[in-house]
């Protein structure tokens, strides 16, 4: 069974804070990751994606990878009350032969002034 | 660029009656799109992979008789929902990858807002 796991939170932080959301997958061969953001009754929309091991910055998101712990997260600095949603975690496993996007539950930000 | 359009937005049926919801991507071309069933307060569910040109995949618990999809084109996928009933009120939400840029990007439609009297 491949697998991602979020915390469900709600996280909540002060606004300009840092927002530290993390996620963990079971599949070691993944290779793809990505961080989607997603607004109460709105779809989902494509914040960061993220394939090698390390840091990647874009704006006020940071995302975290490392595959040896299997692990990602995304960092969100000065933190605003428009940041406040659900972020999904979602993961590329490899199943016959193509990349199936498996997503976790979602980790719910609230970012308060 | 990468938008995925969804049609229609919102749609109110009568139980029985069979409802299509249109996914296109209008700038790019998608091979492949998926569609997703959000209940409220509850994580996507995927219900089915769509090839253009082949038959969709289902996942598990998905029943495909119900569920018909249709991806005739590079640009358009369609989900219809047979037979509909009040338990399939539900947010549908489509989402395609894009050839020819990250291969394995996923870009969603703005989603369909299915009620079921």
């Known amino acids: 069974q491949k697998e991602v796991e979020q915390n469900s939170g709600p996280l909540s932080v002060p606004e300009g804070a840092i927002a530290s959301l993390n996620c963990t997958y079971s599949?070691?061969?993944?290779?793809?990751f990505f961080w989607y953001r997603q607004y109460s009754g709105k779809s989902p929309e494509l914040i960061m994606s993220i394939y090698s091991n390390g840091d990647k910055e874009d704006g006020r998101f940071t995302a975290q990878l490392n595959k040896a712990s299997q692990y990602v997260s995304l960092l969100i600095r000065d933190s605003q009350p428009s940041d406040s949603a659900t972020y999904l975690c979602a993961v590329n496993f490899a199943s016959g032969g193509s990349y199936i996007p498996t997503f976790g539950r979602g980790t719910s930000l609230i970012v308060h002034p | 660029g990468a938008v995925v359009s969804q049609h229609p937005s919102r749609v109110i049926c009568k139980s029985g009656t069979s409802v299509k919801i249109e996914c296109r991507s209008l700038?790019?071309?998608?091979?492949?799109m998926f569609w997703y069933r959000q209940f409220p307060k509850q994580s996507l569910m995927l219900m089915a992979t769509s090839n253009e040109g082949s038959k969709a995949t289902y996942e598990q618990g998905v029943e495909k008789d119900k569920f018909l999809i249709n991806h005739a084109s590079l640009t358009l996928s369609t989900l219809t929902v047979t037979s509909a009933h009040p338990e399939d009120s539900s947010f549908y939400i489509c989402?395609?990858?894009?050839?020819?840029?990250?291969?394995?990007?996923?870009?969603f439609g703005p989603g369909t807002r299915l009620l079921v009297l």
């Open positions: 599949d070691r061969g993944s290779q793809s």
């Open positions: 700038d790019f071309q998608a091979t492949t």
């Open positions: 989402s395609a990858r894009d050839l020819g840029r990250l291969q394995e990007t996923q870009y």
